[in-house]
């Protein structure tokens, strides 16, 4: 389905202006959206370091969530990802290479992100990341928290659905009683 226009934003302020700035650089499409995945790098280009509310987050989460918006990478997707960069076919990259990519190359970690993915990927006796076994770390566990979405929109469908019977109902009994 075509995502219609939406009327062009005129800032309010200052501040206004600078985030709508910092958003066209990401709105490729000039329609005013941009992919999920670059608002953090939005924020980061702001320098905004400050909190968001759960209230502003928990709606705009569930609406991601439920249109799929943020679907993890396939264990293929990941081996592919890290075969291109090991041209060598070694099966491991080696920590500088990693730390290269994963620190200056696309959307940037932080030194914080990439410590903390470091203590799974790091292989502790060879000082590489095995890859093969990195991604096997990452989808032990996946968190599938888009059957869950699924079935909180399906519920939410279905209540939509019955909504209209209820008013056909309750409208035929006052229609009834007079």
């Known amino acids: 389905m075509a995502r219609k226009e939406e009327p062009k934003i005129q800032p ?3 501040l206004e202006k600078k985030i709508i700035e ?18 953090g790098t939005i924020l980061r280009s702001l320098e905004a370091s400050g909190n968001v509310p759960l209230q502003n987050f928990l709606p705009y989460m569930c609406k991601v969530m439920t249109e799929h918006r943020l679907c993890p990478a396939t264990a293929e997707v ?12 070694r099966g491991y990259i080696t920590k500088e290479r990693f ?6 190359e696309g959307e940037p970690f932080t030194e914080e992100e990439f410590d903390e993915m470091m203590q799974t990927a790091l292989d502790p006796v060879t000082d590489t990341i095995t890859y093969e076994y990195y991604i096997n770390q990452l989808l032990v566990a996946p968190m599938d928290v888009y059957k869950t ?12 659905a019955a909504a209209p019977r209820r008013r056909r109902a309750s409208s035929l009994l006052r229609a009834a009683r007079n």
């Open 149 to 160: 979405a699924d079935a909180v929109e399906e519920e939410r469908k279905k209540r939509e």
């Open 99 to 104: 730390a290269t990519l994963m620190l200056e």
């Open 22 to 39: 910092a958003f066209e650089v990401f709105d490729h499409s000039g329609k005013q959206v941009v992919d999920v995945r670059e608002v």
């Open 12 to 14: 309010n302020n200052e």
């Open 78 to 89: 990941l081996l592919a990802a890290f075969r291109y960069f090991d041209k060598e076919g």
